[in-house]
C-alpha cells in the first residue's frame, strides 16, 4: 500500500506502491507479509529472509533515492482495491491505510505517516532498478 502525506482519505492497494518525495509531499510504502501456521513444518525456523524491489522512477532526470526499510509497530489494513496511477491513489475505502489512519476509518496511526521503529532494518543505495535487501 502507498499512504500520501496529508491525505486522510487516499490510498492506494498492494499491487504496486510510492516512496519518496513528489511535489505533492512524501509516498510512503508499506508491505506486509503473511504467513499461516501451514505455511512451515512446525520445527521450522526462519534464519534469513530477502526483499526485493523494482524500481521505477517517475522522472528519469531525478536521482533514485536511499531506501530505508523499518519494522511497522502498529497492524494496518489495505482493501487492496485502489491502484496507484502515476503519482496518486483513490478514495480510501474500509480497511485501507492512509496517512491518518492504520484502518481506514477505524483505527488511526499513534503518529500521522505511520507508526514505525526509528531503528533502520535495512538500507540500499541506487544501483539500477533492483534493490535487494538480504538478510532482513
Known sequence: ATIFQ???????????????????????????????????PNDAQ?????????????????????????RI???????GSNRLTNLNGGAANQHDATWTHADYPRSTWQEQGGD?????????FAAGDIHSFGNT
Open 116 to 124: 514505525f521503529a526509528d531503528d533502520i532494518v535495512a538500507t540500499k
Open 46 to 70: 526462519v534464519e534469513c529472509t530477502e526483499i526485493r524491489l523494482h524500481v521505477a522512477p517517475s522522472d528519469h532526470s531525478v536521482k533514485v533515492p536511499e531506501i530505508n526499510l523499518h
Open 6 to 40: 496529508g491525505q486522510a482519505t487516499i490510498s492506494s492497494g498492494e499491487d504496486l506502491f510510492m516512496t519518496g518525495t513528489t511535489k505533492n509531499g512524501i509516498r510512503r510504502g508499506l508491505l506486509a507479509f503473511t504467513f499461516n501456521k501451514d505455511d512451515f
Open 73 to 79: 509497530t502498529s497492524a494496518w489494513e489495505t482493501s
